[in-house]
């Protein structure tokens, strides 16, 4: 999909460039060489459509949305690109090149969406997958409820192991004397899952290697599900796997290149976005009054379980919490005020903790900082908790995008799941994607409370 439309975007320019000025070779005597201005071109509004959520796989979205979505992300894209040919005159296009290349370009985009999803079988694309096992830790991957969930995979059946106890009868296979590797090639698996109850000399060694030596992947159940839903089961973890599975891994030059990242970036946000604070300042004087207060200072727990307090724009009444005790935001919370609805809707109320990122308290990326008297209790009732504070806190998170607000505890361990993976596979390229995905809540207001 992204290949296709990668060529739409570049094609788009030698379009309307003929479309104007009759040929190419007439166009470029006028503009230039239209190859780097269509890659140009091509990059952003790709950009701009990941930005908008249009690349997600695990997303459940229909075609209707999908269109506003190509339309947000080619006009967001069009409008960064006419900062770019301003700020470089020799990359500029004409207006009319760029009207046509933009009427071209949607057209296009939404046509191949329309098709994809009226005639492409999404089962070309999902991963053939076979179950060792039909216990307990099987039936989690039924448990997937969320068709979203099970879009990367399709089960071709459940082989039961020695000593299961079979949860359910769905899918189960009878080896009739053929092994592993027999049966994984007659219902064409492209993996297989090991959900054993039980390992502890049981582990069909022999087989699952001859699997894995024929071209038959062989995973963890751990690994599957992380990889299909984006997050770490704790109620599946152990000591052992968080030791010796890949990632979990953080370095100081890790850490340094990403406090230089969340500097930079930082004080580029705090000159781009001086002038919107100063509004939501004067909206919530003109709502509470003059002498109410702008901000919201709280102590949270950052890095290492060190606490520090995280600046935000008040976005509840100044009594919210008179009894000194710490409680949970709800769904339609009566605490919060008017001006504060709309900040947290487009998560502008988070715009003051850019401050909190300068002084290195905060990153921008990374697990939501929690309030010390909910920290504590987490601790002692969800295993794993305070391996989210192995990281600084981060303004947005994979978890944020993920799962959005938590008010409950049951919250809290979905949320720390999300953190957990974000924990294991650390990189700068996630964070990036989760900066951009991040510019998709914004807009379309997902998750907020």
């Excluded at 990153?363 to 391996?387: A, T």
């Excluded at 049951?410 to 294991?424: P, R, S, T």
Aim: aromatic share 10%; proline share 4%.
């Amino acid at each position: 999909m992204a290949g296709v439309e990668s060529l739409i975007l570049f094609t788009s320019i030698y379009f309307a460039g003929i479309v104007a000025f009759g040929s190419i070779a007439d166009c470029e005597s006028t503009l230039g060489p239209l190859a780097p201005k269509a890659m140009a071109a091509t990059s952003v509004i790709l950009v701009s459509m990941i930005a908008m959520g249009l690349y997600q796989f695990h997303q459940r979205m229909y075609f209707q949305e999908a269109v506003i979505r190509v339309v947000a992300g080619v006009l967001a894209g069009t409008i960064v690109l006419g900062g770019v040919f301003y700020a470089l005159p020799s990359s500029m296009i004409t207006h009319e090149v760029a009207a046509i290349s933009v009427v071209y370009s949607i057209s296009l985009l939404i046509l191949v969406r329309y098709y994809f999803v009226r005639t492409v079988d999404r089962n070309v694309f999902r991963r053939r997958t076979l179950i060792y096992g039909a216990g307990e830790r099987a039936a989690s991957i039924a448990d997937l409820r969320r068709k979203a969930d099970r879009r990367g995979f399709q089960i071709v059946g459940r082989l039961a192991a020695e000593n299961d106890d079979v949860a359910g009868g769905r899918n189960i296979l009878s080896p009739d004397g053929r092994s592993i590797t027999d049966i994984a090639e007659q219902t064409e698996a492209d993996e297989i899952v090991v959900a054993m109850d039980d390992r502890r000399g049981n582990l069909p060694i022999r087989e699952l290697l001859d699997a894995r030596l024929k071209g038959i992947e062989v995973i963890d159940l751990l690994e599957f599900l992380e990889r299909e839903t984006g997050k770490i089961r704790v109620d599946l973890v152990n000591p052992g796997w968080l030791i010796f599975s890949s990632g979990f891994r953080t370095s100081p030059l890790r850490r340094f290149n990403k406090r230089v990242v969340d500097a930079l970036v930082s004080s580029v946000l705090l000159l781009a976005t001086w002038p919107i604070m100063l509004l939501i300042a004067v909206a919530i004087k003109i709502e509470d009054g003059v002498r109410a207060p702008v901000f919201y200072r709280q102590c949270r727990v950052g890095r290492s379980d060190v606490p520090f307090t995280v600046l935000k724009f008040r976005s509840m009444s100044e009594n919210a919490e008179a009894d000194g005790k710490a409680v949970w935001a709800k769904t339609e919370d009566k605490r919060i005020t008017k001006v504060g609805k709309w900040l947290r809707i487009f998560r502008l109320d988070e715009l003051p903790q850019i401050f909190n990122v300068f002084r290195g308290q905060m990153s921008l990326v990374g697990p939501r900082p929690e309030r010390p008297e909910f920290v504590e209790g987490l601790k002692e009732s969800i295993p794993y908790y305070s391996e989210r504070h192995t990281l600084q806190p981060g303004i947005t998170g994979w978890a944020q995008l993920k799962y959005g607000y938590g008010a409950t505890e049951e919250d809290a361990i979905e949320k720390l799941q999300y953190d957990l993976y974000y924990v294991k596979n650390q990189s700068l390229m996630l964070d990036l994607l989760i900066i951009l995905q991040t510019v998709e809540v914004v807009i379309w207001g997902k998750g907020a409370r």
